[in-house]
């Protein structure tokens, strides 16, 4: 679609991004996801490159595992 496009590009891309999720997470993630997507793809169009993507992207999932690992000791009905 080109570069005057390029935000309905990244929207577009966003949604499969938080699609692809939908068997793993609960659905009330999938609003995030599809921020993250948003983000990802602002990034890449920013820098040119995946790497920052790569790296927000494994920054998130060891926030969220963190997150898990916190609340499974806090409460270990979970």
Known sequence: LG??????????????FAAIH?????????PG?????????WLYERHGSLLPCVLVHAGFNA???ALLFAFT???PDL
């Open 73 to 75: 000791k806090a409460s």
């Open 63 to 65: 926030c969220n595992v």
């Open 22 to 30: 939908v068997n793993n997470v609960p659905w009330q993630a999938l």
């Open 33 to 41: 996801l599809f921020g993250l997507g948003i983000v990802l793809g």
């Open 3 to 16: 570069r005057e496009h390029r935000w309905l590009v990244v929207l577009c891309a966003a949604l499969p």
